[in-house]
């Protein structure tokens, strides 16, 4: 009978994880529908920023003597020193989410390495920063409680740090790693360089037929504080882009656990039928060996 309740516990031990896991899946799907409706507007926003810096940066290099002078689009073939800026949760049981990224940042630090480039790294989100503290990888910045609740002004606070020490030479690259958004069950993992920008990447043909008009102005100083907008609000988006892609990789994963957790509640089921039967038949044999002896 010690084997049937321990059965008996162990069913109820995982039919109570199967409730919490639906119920994590169920919260996780309301929070996805929020957080993908803003990573929509944001990326729409992103887009039309990106757009207005093509236009000016590209007319910059297709008609000025000497191309543009600022720094964010000045390309550095051997760099010295690069920032790598990391998002991870700040949560787990979300599946593989969070060790893509640390992979990623692993794979990124390994690649400037053998390059002996000497790397910064800055990250945001608990799960990144507890698993490179714990491997004893010294973090320039961290920042938790940020990623979970994306804020524009923390998310700009940060970001400035780092395009400060781009714009005075103290880095000559900036990199940002994190697992995006792409549909209900899938991430997309991106590895961006922020700066310096590639210039290639602007078509000069639409520069010179833009449908951007402006008054008289320094293009090259209006160009450089759009920069920074445009560092610190792909900064934002990616944050926002990451919870949005957080809460899909957690409803999955919840998903699968539930589904697990109905299938173990089955397996055990018929293990404590079976159990019980075997202990009636040896109750009925021994009833009927004790009648037996004392004939």
């Known amino acids: 009978m010690a084997n049937l309740k321990e059965i008996q516990r ?3 031990s995982v039919s109570n994880t199967q409730k919490t896991t639906r119920a994590m899946k169920l919260v996780s799907t309301a929070k996805l529908r929020r957080a993908e409706e803003l990573a929509k507007r944001s990326r729409l926003f992103a887009q ?48 593989g989410f969070n060790m893509q990224t640390i992979k990623a940042v692993r794979r990124l630090i390994a690649e400037y390495k053998n390059k002996n480039v000497s790397i910064r790294i800055r990250g945001i989100g608990k799960k990144g920063i507890e698993y490179f503290n714990f491997n004893q990888v010294e973090l320039l910045d961290a920042v938790k409680n940020l ?49 310096p920008v590639m210039i290639e990447d602007f078509d000069c043909e639409k520069a010179n037929n833009n449908v951007l008009e402006f008054e008289a102005f320094d293009e090259e100083k209006m160009l450089d ?3 920074i907008k445009y560092a610190e ?29 109905k299938q173990m509640v089955k397996s055990l089921n018929v293990k404590f039928n079976k159990a019980r039967q075997e202990a009636i038949t040896t109750e009925l044999i021994e009833i009927i060996s004790g009648v037996e002896s004392m004939k």
Do not use: W
């Open 48 to 95: 039309k920023t990106n757009q207005v810096i093509a236009e000016i940066a590209s007319r910059i290099h297709c008609n000025k003597v000497g191309g543009i002078e600022s720094r964010c689009f000045i390309q550095n073939d051997a760099p010295k020193t690069i920032d790598i800026i990391f998002v991870t949760a700040d949560k787990g049981l979300c599946g």
């Open 233 to 261: 609000y792909n900064m934002y988006y990616a944050l926002i882009d990451s919870v949005a892609a957080e809460h899909s990789a957690r409803m999955q994963a919840m998903d699968a656990a539930t589904t697990n957790a």
């Open 10 to 12: 162990q069913i109820k």
């Open 147 to 195: 990623s979970s609740a994306p804020d524009m002004q923390r998310s700009s606070e940060f970001m400035t740090r780092s395009i400060k020490d781009f714009n005075d030479g103290i880095v000559d690259a900036v990199y940002l790693v994190y697992n995006g958004y792409k549909n209900m069950i899938t991430q997309e993992l991106h590895v961006k360089r922020l700066l």
């Open 225 to 227: 504080s759009l920069m």
